[in-house]
C-alpha cells in the first residue's frame, strides 16, 4: 500500500526537503498551498509533477491554516496516513508586527487540524500520525542549559507564544483521544532554501552581492544572539522518524552546539577572503522588543530512540549557504571553489534559474 502524506508548509524549506524525502520512499505527497497571484512554489518546482500525468506521486491543493472547513475538506479526500504541519507565520520578529495573524495561523492553526484529525478518526477508524512543528523559540528566556524536551518554556515573542500554545495541545489530543501526535522542538536549521529575511540567508545573499557589486553594506540586528545552527535536510529525517516510532512523543532535534551571528559572519566573509566589520552596520529596526539570546539543544533522546545525528557542520553549512548565493548571482568564488555536493545541486541549480527580488 502507498503512504499517503499530507504537508502543511510544502512550499517553504523544510516543506521542500521533507517532500523530497517522502517521495524518495515511495509516499503519495500532497501539499497545501495558500492561493495568491503570484506563483510561490520555486523550492518545488523540481519535484513537481503535473497531476493529470500517469504515476504523478505530488499534488498541491489550496488551503490556509486560518480556514478550517478547508482543512477539514482536504483530510477527507486526500485521506492521508501522516501529516506535517509545517505551516506557519514563521518569522519571529514579524511576529511583533502581525501578532493576531501569527497566533492566529500558528496557534489555532494547529487546534484546527487536530480537531479535524479527531472527527476523521472517530468517524472512519483510519489512523493519522501528526507531526507538529515545535522551534526552539519556545525556549525563550532559557531556564536551563543546553535546553531538552524537559526544560521549561518561557516564549518572548508572539510566533513562540502561538507555538508553546500548539505544542500543549498537540499533548493534550495525544493524551485525551489516543491520538499519534508528535512534537518535533526543532532548533534553528538553515539551508540554501531559507527564506531570504532570515538572518543566516540574509548573510549569504547579502555577501554574494557584495562580490557581485551590487550591495555596498549589510544591515544587522543584535548580533551577540546565539543560536544552534543545524541543516534543515538532516532536520525533515528527523520529522519522519518520529512517526515511524511504535509510540508517539516529542523530541528535541538539534546539534547540541551554539554559535553567535558573529561567528556566522566570521566564517562566511572570510571564507571569501573579506572582513565583514568593513561592510555590515548596525540598525536598531532590526532588534525584537524581547530577545532571546542564547539557544543549544540537548538531542540526546533524538540520537538514543531515533537514531538521529546531524550530518553537516556549522561551517560546512556556512559554506554551502555561500556557494549557493555565489552561484545564484552569476559569481565564482574568489578562490575559483566551486559549490559543494551536500545533496544542494538542484536547487542551485533553481535558484541560479530563479529571478532575484
Sequence with gaps: ?????????????????????LLEKGYEVHGIIRRTSTFNTDR???????????????????????DGTTLRR???????????????QSHVRVS??????????????????????????????????????????MFGLVQAVPQSETTPFYPRSPYACAKVYAHWQTVNYRESYSLFACNGILFNHESPRRGETFVTRKITRALARILAGTQKKLYMGNLDAKRDWGYAKDY????WLMLQQDQPDDYVIATGETHSIKEFLDIAFGYVNLDWHDYVAFDERYLRPTEVDLLIGDPTKAKTKLGWEPSVTFEELVKLMVNADIRA???????????????ENA???????ASLI
Design 329 to 343: 548571482v552569476g559569481q565564482t568564488h574568489p578562490n575559483g571553489e566551486q559549490p559543494g555536493s551536500v545533496g
Design 74 to 88: 482536504i483530510l477527507e479526500e486526500v485521506e492521508p496516513h501522516e501529516i506535517y504541519n509545517l505551516g506557519a
Design 44 to 66: 518545488i518546482d523540481h519535484i513537481y509533477e503535473d497531476p493529470h500525468q500517469a504515476g504523478a506521486k505530488l499534488f498541491l491543493h489550496y488551503g490556509d491554516l486560518t
Design 96 to 137: 511583533f508586527d502581525s501578532p493576531e495573524y501569527t497566533v492566529d495561523a500558528v496557534g489555532m492553526g494547529t487546534l484546527r487540524l487536530l480537531e479535524a484529525i479527531r472527527d476523521y478518526q472517530s468517524r472512519t477508524g483510519n489512523e493519522v500520525r501528526f507531526y507538529q512543528a515545535g522551534s526552539s523559540e
Design 236 to 239: 525533515v529525517r528527523a520529522m
Design 1 to 21: 500500500m502507498t503512504k499517503r502524506a499530507l504537508v502543511t508548509g510544502i512550499t517553504g524549506q523544510d516543506g521542500s526537503y521533507l517532500s523530497e524525502l
Design 347 to 353: 536547487i542551485i541549480r533553481q535558484i541560479v534559474g
